[in-house]
Structures are given as structure tokens and as C-alpha cells.
């Protein structure tokens, strides 16, 4: 008599045509998630990532939307429940238009903080009673270490990242009794697309005690093991990896 494998847990990466997204889904892949691979409007990026991810063994799918754009964002997830609950949520997409405050636009404080403050909420809302259900799931959100300790010409980004640790912890005190565990990883200085070009060997140098920057399978390799049933006691926590930055 044979019977059919387990049906994998579905991971849902934002911002997963990006260098950092890209390994975490990668991993979370590897580890046996089926991971849904979200970009914004790059959806060929996302489904060539699905296609790699396929053709190492793994079980994917891709999507578009704006995370910050509401009805979009619900629409979308909507779309995803058909297939099921979504068991765990990596909160990856975000963006950073840096200017020294004095010089800050409107448009650049709103379109950070919409990305990773309303875009958390406009995902993980609608997938939060689905996965309640479940009594099992996964909540991760990407911070930074510049919501810890501040950075220069980053006031936006900072505040963005800065709520978003705060409405993780808050949430975890929500969903903790229900199974759900909600922590928050703060990468430093990360070799990924986004910190590209950002900062020279001197200054890492200079400012990171291991001497170097964090590569961005090391971020998936901790993403990975919060989702993991290894890490059912860790929840509310904001978590850096960033090279002993104080």
C-alpha cells in the first residue's frame, strides 16, 4: 500500500527578487517549504527563481503585487488561500530612499514606511485567522540594524524598520497561545543587492568587529531555523546578525 508524502507547509517570501529574499527562499526551499515567491512588478524574476527552485527538487510558485497597496495586497492573498493557509510569512520587502532629514521628501518618508509598515500589515492580516486556524505558523519579519542603533541619512528607514520591530513584538503576545511564534531578524551590513555599492572595506572595516560583511545565506540560514519547528519557544524577539555590531 502506498501512501501519499505530507503535503509541505507554504512559505510566503515579499520581496523575493531580491538578492536577500532570493536566499531565503532558496533555503526555506530547500528545508521542504513550498515557498509562493513574491516580487513587486518583477514577475519574471520571481517565477525564474520558482523555476530554480523546481528544478532542484524543490515546490514553488511566483506572484506580483504592490505589498503596499491594500486592496491589491488582499486581493492577492485571497488568491493564495484558495490553495490553503499560509504557514509561514517571511515580511522581506522593503526599500530605503536615504537622504539626510533636512533635505527628506514626503515622498520619501510615505514610500518607506508604506513598504515595510503597511505592506507587514497588508499581508499578514489577511493570512493571520487562515494560519490562527492551523494552530501552527510561522511570522518573520526583516528589520535592520539601523532600527537599533540608528544610521546617518536613514531617519526614514530607521522609523520604518523601528515599527516594525515594535508591532512584532506586540503581535507575538497576540498569537503566542495559538501556536504562532513572531520574531524579527535585524541583518547589519549584508553582501546583497540592496546594500550594493553602500559601503567600501574601510568602512566595514571600521565598523564591524568581524571585519566583514554578513552574506546573505547566513540571514536565510537564520530565517530558516525561526521557521523551523526548532524555534517553537522563540517569540517577540528581534534578533541581529550583523558581525558584533554594538
Known amino acids: 500500500?502506498?501512501?501519499?508524502?505530507?503535503?509541505?507547509?507554504?512559505?510566503?517570501?515579499?520581496?523575493?527578487?531580491?538578492?536577500?529574499?532570493?536566499?531565503?527562499?532558496?533555503?526555506?526551499?530547500?528545508?521542504?517549504?513550498?515557498?509562493?515567491?513574491?516580487?513587486?512588478?518583477?514577475?519574471?524574476?520571481?517565477?525564474?527563481?520558482?523555476?530554480?527552485?523546481?528544478?532542484?527538487?524543490?515546490?514553488?510558485?511566483?506572484?506580483?503585487?504592490?505589498?503596499?497597496?491594500?486592496?491589491?495586497?488582499?486581493?492577492?492573498?485571497?488568491?493564495?488561500?484558495?490553495?490553503?493557509?499560509?504557514?509561514?510569512?517571511?515580511?522581506?520587502?522593503?526599500?530605503?530612499?536615504?537622504?539626510?532629514?533636512?533635505?527628506?521628501?514626503?515622498?520619501?518618508?510615505?514610500?518607506?514606511?508604506?513598504?515595510?509598515?503597511?505592506?507587514?500589515?497588508?499581508?499578514?492580516?489577511?493570512l493571520t485567522m487562515p494560519m490562527i486556524r492551523t494552530r501552527w505558523g510561522r511570522i518573520i519579519n526583516i528589520s535592520s540594524v539601523a532600527a537599533l542603533t540608528g544610521n546617518r541619512g536613514q531617519v526614514n528607514y530607521a522609523a520604518a524598520k523601528g515599527a516594525l520591530n515594535s508591532a512584532t513584538k506586540a503581535l507575538s503576545l497576540e498569537l503566542a497561545s495559538r501556536g504562532i511564534t513572531v520574531n524579527a531578524v535585524a541583518p547589519g551590513i549584508i553582501d546583497s543587492g540592496m546594500a550594493e555599492g553602500t559601503f567600501d572595506p574601510k568602512v566595514i572595516d571600521s565598523i564591524v568587529p568581524m571585519k566583514r560583511a554578513g552574506s546573505a545565506d547566513e540571514v536565510a540560514a537564520l530565517v530558516a531555523f525561526l521557521a523551523s519547528t526548532d524555534a517553537g519557544y522563540i517569540t517577540g524577539q528581534v534578533i541581529s546578525i550583523n558581525g558584533g555590531m554594538a
Do not use: Y
Not at 532570493?22 to 533555503?27: D, K, M, N, S
Not at 512588478?41 to 527538487?57: F, Q, Y
Open 1 to 126: 500500500m502506498t501512501t501519499n508524502p505530507p503535503t509541505p507547509k507554504r512559505a510566503l517570501v515579499t520581496g523575493a527578487s531580491g538578492g536577500l529574499g532570493r536566499a531565503i527562499a532558496l533555503r526555506l526551499a530547500r528545508d521542504g517549504l513550498h515557498v509562493i515567491v513574491h516580487a513587486n512588478s518583477r514577475l519574471a524574476v520571481a517565477e525564474a527563481l520558482a523555476s530554480d527552485i523546481k528544478a532542484a527538487g524543490g515546490s514553488a510558485e511566483a506572484v506580483a503585487f504592490d505589498v503596499a497597496d491594500r486592496s491589491a495586497a488582499h486581493a492577492a492573498c485571497a488568491r493564495l488561500l484558495e490553495a490553503g493557509p499560509v504557514q509561514v510569512i517571511v515580511n522581506n520587502a522593503g526599500t530605503h530612499a536615504d537622504a539626510a532629514f533636512p533635505a527628506l521628501q514626503e515622498a520619501q518618508w510615505q514610500g518607506v514606511l508604506d513598504v515595510s509598515v503597511n505592506g507587514f500589515f497588508n499581508v499578514t492580516q489577511p
